[in-house]
T-cell receptor, first 111, second 118 residues
Framework: DTAVSQTPKYLVTQMGNDKSIKCEQN?????MYWYKQDSKKFLKIMFS???????INETVPNRFSPKSPDKAHLNLHINSLELGDSAVYFC??????????FGQGTRLTVV | AQKITQTQPGMFVQEKEAVTLDCTYD???????LFWYKQPSSGEMIFLIY??????QNATEGRYSLNFQKARKSANLVISASQLGDSAMYFC???????????????FGRGTQLTVWP
């Protein structure tokens, strides 16, 4: 049983396209996150949702829009993809202060 | 200022030896948590160990232990009896905020690439 599941694992797309990455957690956690890992492997928060409410919205281009249909799902939609959006995107979830579990990551390549 | 500093871009250790990966942090909060993650070449982020700022004992999980020195603001990861499968990137991270809060983001260091050789 995968606790935090992201799809797809790999995504190759052309500049200008719109794409979505889906995330689901079966841990019963209240808070979900999107992190971006750049080419130098640095991880940075993008968004956080708590019980479907947006809590953290970092300085991210508004081409990126998270959507949380319920507290088990947090999807990331990206419009008008650019070369610089190529990265690994991680979904994560937590309930207690000592928890933060990550999905397997989605490697996005924009060509 | 960086919240998390990992000063060792790469570390090498022989199989069965112990290794310490350094991590220092910067926060003015009294309540915070420190995490270590392992990222193998396959890419997933694997949670290893957690230490709360109020925890008096150093955290341990199997071969992993966290050497928490609050006054020095350091949270080093110690891996005992290294195995070839321990070769990976290791990230230190911190969550600030009120005790019990789940809303805090994780701040990550830039990672240490550990290579275990036979």
């Amino acid at each position: 049983d995968t606790a935090v599941s992201q799809t797809p694992k790999y995504l190759v797309t052309q500049m200008g396209n719109d794409k979505s990455i889906k995330c689901e957690q079966n841990l019963g956690h209240d808070t979900m996150y999107w992190y971006k890992q750049d080419s130098k492997k640095f991880l940075k928060i993008m968004f956080s949702y708590n019980n479907k409410e947006l809590i953290i919205n970092e300085t991210v281009p508004n081409r990126f829009s998270p959507k949380s249909p319920d507290k088990a799902h947090l999807n990331l939609h990206i419009n008008s993809l650019e070369l610089g959006d190529s990265a690994v995107y991680f979904c994560a979830s937590s309930r207690g202060v000592a928890e933060a579990f990550f999905g397997q990551g989605t490697r996005l390549t924009v060509v | 200022a960086q919240k998390i500093t990992q000063t060792q871009p790469g570390m090498f250790v022989q199989e069965k030896e112990a290794v310490t990966l350094d991590c220092t942090y910067d926060t003015s909060d009294q309540s915070y948590g420190l995490f270590w993650y392992k990222q193998p070449s396959s890419g997933e982020m694997i949670f290893l160990i957690y230490q709360g700022s109020y925890d008096e004992q150093n955290a341990t999980e199997g071969r992993y232990s966290l050497n928490f020195q609050k006054a020095r603001k350091s949270a080093n990861l110690v891996i005992s009896a290294s195995q070839l499968g321990d070769s990976a990137m290791y990230f230190c991270a911190m969550r600030e905020g009120r005790r019990g809060s789940t809303l805090g983001r994780l701040y990550f260091g830039r990672g240490t690439q550990l290579t275990v050789w036979p």
